[in-house]
């Protein structure tokens, strides 16, 4: 079992700039992927960002050149940093793990809100 827990999330203007990070905990070593996804109200969540074991990074469209996401093995956390936020930004963010060997097994943190004011 994995789990994940996030942090970070807050309220802050257009423009600003906040970091989300994931703690991971538990049987880690199966996770092969990393990810951040988002949820806005009424809409389906969607992906933001994925970061393989091997440092291979993955964007959605809308948030390239803003976000930038990283992970530090050492400390088994994922980080997402978010600039030049925009009020389209505001959601729930999630903290995906995939484990391969495990079937592709999907494991979800709790989420944290992130709202941006105009």
């Known amino acids: 079992q994995v789990q994940l827990v996030e942090s970070g999330g807050g309220s802050v203007q257009a423009g600003g700039s906040l970091r989300l990070s994931c703690a991971a905990s538990g049987s880690i070593s199966s996770i092969n992927v990393m990810g951040w996804y988002r949820q806005a109200p009424g809409k389906q969540r969607e992906l933001v960002a994925t970061?393989?074991?091997?440092?291979?990074?993955n964007y959605t469209q809308s948030v390239k050149g803003r976000f930038t996401i990283s992970r530090d093995n050492e400390k088994n956390t994922m980080y997402l940093q978010m600039n030049s936020l925009k009020p389209e930004d505001t959601a729930v963010y999630y903290c995906?793990?995939?484990?391969?060997?495990?079937?592709?097994?999907?494991?979800w943190g709790q989420g944290t809100q992130v709202t941006v004011s105009s």
């Open positions: 970061i393989t074991t091997n440092g291979i990074i």
């Open positions: 995906n793990g995939v484990s391969i060997r495990n079937g592709y097994q999907s494991y």
